[in-house]
């Protein structure tokens, strides 16, 4: 691309790149003098969009990011896999409509209509296409922020939180993870 001299602005590129004593209007590819990375954008996403209204309780009718505040993953659907992910920028997978039936609520993906649930070994999965018990959920507010997500197993509700290896999401008896809200 060739671009004429008088608009280049010699602080964004490296002096060697351009020549500005030359008789010729124009010069060669321009090198900039910085760079930044896809992750740089991706960090100042997640602090720019996820910082208004992050506890939001979620409600019906409405889509959201759910967000494990410690690690700053979001629930994502990664080729079939249900787990924390980093922002993956366009290719989704992270935001879950909230729905309701019969006083539980639901999340759903927007794309694929497939519901977050739990599986019989205690596992977090998004696999079904209705909205049946596996997949209702109660929330709680958490009194540090955030909300627990809660499922009926048996006679008892079980919390959502993250496993061991940083990505999985299982059911669990103890604290269980304060997830953000953020409505998108």
Known sequence: MMQEAKDVDPDLYDSASIDFTADSTTVGDLTPTHSVSMADEFEDYLDSSL??????????????????????????????????????????????????????????????????????????????K??????YFNTRAHPKGGHILLVVHGWQQWKMT???????????????????????
Request: net charge negative; hydrophobic share 30%.
């Open 51 to 128: 910082s208004d209204d992050i506890t939001s309780a979620p409600w019906p009718g409405n889509t959201y990011i759910i967000r494990d505040p410690d690690s700053r993953q979001q629930v994502t659907l990664v080729r079939g896999q249900l787990r924390l992910a980093r922002h993956l920028g366009n290719q989704g997978g992270y935001h879950w409509e909230c729905i309701e039936k019969d006083g539980w609520l639901g999340f759903r993906s927007p794309s694929d209509h497939l519901h977050i649930g739990h599986d019989n070994r205690r596992n977090f999965i998004a696999t079904a």
């Open 162 to 184: 993250i496993a061991k290896d940083g990505h999985s999401l299982i059911e669990t008896l103890d604290e269980g993870t304060a997830w953000e809200f953020k409505k998108v």
């Open 130 to 135: 209705d909205h049946r018990p596996w997949e």
